[in-house]
């Protein structure tokens, strides 16, 4: 990907391309000194740009976050002083060289848009430190480096393959994984089938230009996102779908048979949801409300909670995870997931399923929080996936775990966790 701008002045005197290298920067400090996500910072970010600006923004954000301890080195390697985290300097440093070394951009133009960012601070000191790494020739390494605190949380957890597997996936970003409405939607689109209703795409173009996008013939999910609602199967009885939006796992129960209650609290993630249930003709309930204070009229005979969770599991598409995971969040967290998970257990009717699942790397999240599960509820038992029955095999006790490695040869997907529990007659 090429990105070049001409170093012509706009009306206020910076370089045409200035501004939406103004809100990468915003974007990288609001992910890396607030703990925003990258898809929240956004939209306020990049307010006063539009159009392939916007696109440009976002792409310098998401590849100075895949490659920012690569970059932190370039940049640490000429400064005699080490230049704080949060220091201007250090984020302007990070938007100039990641155009350079992974967006192709001429480096006059890069660091024409970048010296306007640091107005009144040390312009001397990044025009030498960029000059420095240009003129030396400097790269990134063909794989990036992982946080050194993720590395070894997840080396410790996965083994030190699956951290590999991790900075291996973090390279590039994945294919795109569709899940169909209906099997013959996978004759109409050019890719692979790892799993019935699914077909993964490696060389996409946009995804509103695909076909069966109008006709509402698939939404687009991760391969391993798809395994929890593939536990409960088809099914013609009522399912209750926890923390819902944007919908993937609602279309996928709906399309397999089930009477649908979705339910959120996010309204505009609700929006996305039936803007999603619309275009692919899928009929749901849906409902805002917070799960930890609502309850349902009567009990289901499934309930999914796919539950909020530090996210760790979606690092190949949303690399700014890595950087706002915090100890003290995931314990937040862990307490939240606990109690949905007591209250979603108790609106299951005798004899019927839950499933519990999260995208995270994080085993507190996931296996931890089963163990605990099934220790405080007696009537409740663990329920393996048959052989076959899913694209991955189970691990452990019988519940699912994908891990950095997962499927790697044929693209990877996201870390998942996902365990069925059945109630007692």
Known sequence: MTYNQTRFPTASGDPLGTASRRAALRVLDAVLRRGESLEAALPGATRAVHGPDRGLA???????????????????????????????????????????????????????????????????LVHGVFGSVVRAGEKLPDIPTLPGDTAARWSTAWGEEAAQAAARALAAPPPLDLSLRDDEWSERLDGRTLAPRHVRLDDATAVPELPGYAEGGWWVQDLAASLPARLLGTGSGTVLDLCAAPGGKTCQLAAAGWQVTALDQSQSRLARLRDNLTRTRLIAEVVRADALEWSPPAPYDAVLLDSPCSASGIFRRHPDVLHRFRPELLDELVSIQARLLARAAAWVRPGGTLVYA????????????????????????????????????????????????????????????????????
Do not use: M
């Not at 230049?83 to 192709?104: E, G, I, T």
């Not at 994908?402 to 059945?422: I, K």
């Open 58 to 124: 976002h792409a310098i954000a998401a590849e100075a976050l895949r490659w920012l301890p690569d970059l932190d080195a370039l940049i640490d390697a000429q400064t005699r002083q080490r230049l704080p985290d949060d220091a201007k300097a250090r984020f302007a440093l990070r938007v100039a060289l990641v155009q350079v070394l992974r967006l192709n951009t001429p480096p006059h133009a890069a660091i024409a848009t970048v010296l306007p960012l640091v107005d009144g601070g040390p312009r001397k």
């Open 358 to 425: 999260t995208c995270s790397l994080e085993p507190a999240e996931g296996e931890h929080q089963a163990e605990r599960f099934l220790a405080d509820h007696p009537t409740y038992t663990l329920v393996a996936p048959a052989p076959g029955e899913l694209p991955v095999e189970a691990t452990g006790r019988g519940w699912v775990r994908t891990v950095p490695g997962t499927l790697e040869a044929q693209g990877g997907c996201d870390g998942f966790f996902a365990a069925r529990f059945r109630r007692a007659g």
